[in-house]
Antibody, heavy 123, light 106 residues
Framework: EVQLVESGGGLVQPGGSLRLACAASGFTFSDHHMDWARQAPEKGLEWVGRSRDKSRGYRTEYAASVKGRFTISRDESKNSLYLQMNSLKIEDTAVYYC??????????????WGQGTMVTVSS | IQMTQSPSSLSASVGDRVTFTCRASQDIKNDLGWYQQKPGKAPKLLIYAASTLQSGVPSRFSGSGSGTDFTLTISSLQPEDFASYFCLQDDSYPLTFGGGTKVEIK
């Protein structure tokens, strides 16, 4: 069974750091781009960033709102994706989702989503 | 790329045909997906590449469009379809979601 399980969410003060983890199972992790997306309370979805697949050197992309503060990385030996979040702001409060991407004929389908982990930035 | 969805919400009855739209601020070819989200749950992929139905998704869902204008149609609304729907462009970075359409029971 294909599965993504996030962990690491919690309460952090503004300016603080937090590291989210996503454990992947049931598929060849290195063959897929992996994304992070988030959803603030009662708000819409926001794409956070991407770790491309192994054939593309695991290169990363970020939303402007997090660029320079967040870093996406992978540990292939653990089939895990990470989101290091630094200099956290109140507006980073959200449920964070780990997402598998399947590329089909040039289109990227975000086809498997984790259950999400809540991050609350508050003093 | 800005993605604008309309309407932001709609009320409909079981059995109704419903259509909502997503407009991109520039040409995104067919690089668009539609996602369904129910309260407290993760989003679920319905359609990718503008019109390709994801495996396991009922055939009452269909997508169309290319360039800047896209539609998602539910041919006969079912009780389990009351949810929010989001479009997402994957043509260029950063990927961007539309604001969503909430489908409520009339």
């Amino acid at each position: 069974e294909v599965q993504l399980v996030e962990s690491g969410g919690g309460l952090v003060q503004p300016g603080g750091s937090l590291r989210l983890a996503c454990a992947a199972s049931g598929f060849t992790f290195s063959d897929h781009h992996m994304d992070w997306a988030r959803q603030a309370p009662e708000k819409g979805l926001e794409w956070v960033g991407r770790s491309r697949d192994k054939s593309r050197g695991y290169r990363t992309e970020y939303a402007a709102s997090v660029k320079g503060r967040f870093t996406i990385s992978r540990d292939e030996s653990k089939n895990s994706l990470y989101l290091q979040m630094n200099s956290l702001k109140i507006e980073d409060t959200a449920v964070y989702y780990c997402v598998r991407v399947t590329s089909v004929r040039g289109s990227d389908a975000l086809d498997v989503w984790g259950q999400g982990t809540m991050v609350t930035v508050s003093s | 790329i800005q993605m604008t969805q309309s309407p932001s919400s709609l009320s409909a009855s079981v059995g109704d045909r419903v259509t909502f739209t997503c407009r991109a601020s520039q040409d995104i070819k067919n690089d668009l997906g539609w996602y369904q989200q129910k309260p407290g749950k993760a989003p679920k992929l319905l359609i990718y590449a503008a019109s390709t139905l994801q495996s396991g998704v009922p055939s009452r869902f269909s997508g169309s469009g290319s360039g800047t204008d896209f539609t998602l149609t539910i041919s006969s609304l079912q009780p389990e379809d009351f949810a929010s729907y989001f479009c997402l462009q994957d043509d260029s970075y950063p990927l961007t979601f539309g604001g969503g359409t909430k489908v409520e029971i009339k």
